[in-house]
């Protein structure tokens, strides 16, 4: 069992940048792959970025160049760092670790409760 906590979403005007934490309860980064999904009202959920654990980094076509993912092992911490924000950018901001077991590919899927980013002048 992982438990997930993000902080660090708020009001935020265009343009401007935030930093979003996530804390695993132990960890996790060497067997899990970290993401961040985004959900506006109305819309299904969507991937942000994710963050493999030998350091491998994707992103949504509609963040790449503006967002990037990093991780502290030692605080057990995934962050997400937005940056040029937009007002489309809004959302709750979802943490997820997910890993797919080798020998019968079950999954494992853990998720944060989630943050609010309001993006607005």
Same mark, same amino acid.
Do not use: H
């Given at each position: 069992?992982?438990?997930?906590? +993000?902080?660090? *979403?708020? &009001?935020?005007?265009? $343009? ?6 996530? %804390?695993?309860? !132990? ?18 959920? +969507?991937?942000? *970025?994710? &963050?493999?654990?030998? $350091? ?6 509609? %963040?790449?160049? !503006? ?55």
């Amino acid at each position: 069992q992982v438990q997930l906590v +993000e902080s660090g *979403g708020g &009001l935020v005007q265009p $343009g401007g940048s935030l930093r979003l934490s996530c %804390v695993a309860s !132990r960890n996790i980064f060497n067997f899990y792959t970290m993401g961040w999904y985004r959900q506006a009202p109305g819309k299904q959920r +969507e991937l942000v *970025g994710t &963050l493999t654990s030998g $350091g491998s980094r994707n992103f949504a076509d509609s %963040v790449k160049g !503006r967002f990037t993912i990093s991780r502290d092992n030692a605080k057990n911490t995934v962050y997400l760092q937005m940056n040029s924000l937009k007002p489309e950018d809004t959302a709750v901001y979802y943490c997820n670790a997910r890993r797919t077991r080798a020998t019968d590919y079950l999954e494992y899927n853990y998720w944060g409760q989630g943050t609010q980013v309001t993006v607005s002048s």
